[in-house]
Structure formats: structure tokens, C-alpha cells
């Protein structure tokens, strides 16, 4: 069992940057891919980025890349999310995930674990 929890989220004005984080607790997080999900109002729950358990190669969805840096320190059981370049459409409830097993990790159902999710909105 490993708990999740995001912190990080808030109100910010185009253009502006925001780092979220999420801390884990319970088993070892070194064994688990990280991610981050977000779900706008209305709108399915999709992929932003994952990391592997030691932190090479993280992967983007096309929408964030090059604006959002996802990177991890197993040292403190904590995976972030550093959002650059924000934009109103970015706003949405952002989720963290872990991943005990192997998949297609851009994928929900690869996940096993969720936290509860923290708050983003951008203001135009």
C-alpha cells in the first residue's frame, strides 16, 4: 500500500509557474513509476508526465512538453511537477500516481495508487 499525498496547487496568472509536489508514504517508492494525471471541469482525466523509478526518461504528454518538468528524489519520497509557461488551459485538479507493475504508463489503468489531488487554475 503507498499513500499519496499532492501540495502546490493554486491560483496564478498566465504565463506564470507553479511547482507541485507529492510526497509518499508506506512502501518503497524507489520500486515505483511516478506520474501526474489531471482532470478538468468536465473532462476525462488524462496524462501529463511520468517518471521511471530512477528518474531517466520521463515522458510528456505533446500538451505540456517543453513547458513542465517532472522529476523525482527518492530520498524524500517525493515526486514534482514544475509547470512553466501556464496557461488557462491548463487548469484542472492535479492527480499523482504510482505504478507497481508494467504497462503503457501514459495510461490510467496502469496506475495502482492515486492521491486525492490538488487545485490549479490559471487566470488569462
Known amino acids: 500500500q503507498v499513500q499519496l499525498g499532492e501540495s502546490g496547487g493554486g491560483l496564478v496568472q498566465a504565463g506564470g509557474s507553479l511547482r507541485l509536489s507529492c510526497a509518499a508514504s508506506g512502501r518503497t517508492f524507489s520500486n515505483y513509476v511516478m506520474a501526474w494525471f489531471r482532470q478538468a471541469p468536465g473532462k476525462e482525466r488524462e496524462f501529463v508526465a511520468f517518471?521511471?523509478?530512477?528518474?531517466?526518461?520521463?515522458y510528456y504528454a505533446d500538451s505540456v512538453k517543453g513547458r513542465f518538468t517532472i522529476s523525482r528524489d527518492n530520498g524524500k519520497n517525493t515526486v514534482y511537477l514544475q509547470m512553466n509557461s501556464l496557461k488557462p488551459e491548463d487548469t484542472a485538479v492535479y492527480y499523482c500516481?504510482?505504478?507497481?507493475?508494467?504497462?503503457?504508463?501514459?495510461?490510467?489503468?496502469?496506475?495502482?495508487?492515486w492521491g486525492q489531488g490538488t487545485q490549479v487554475t490559471v487566470s488569462s
Open positions: 517518471i521511471r523509478q530512477n528518474g531517466q526518461y520521463p
Open positions: 500516481a504510482a505504478s507497481s507493475g508494467a504497462g503503457y504508463y501514459s495510461l490510467r489503468r496502469s496506475y495502482n495508487y
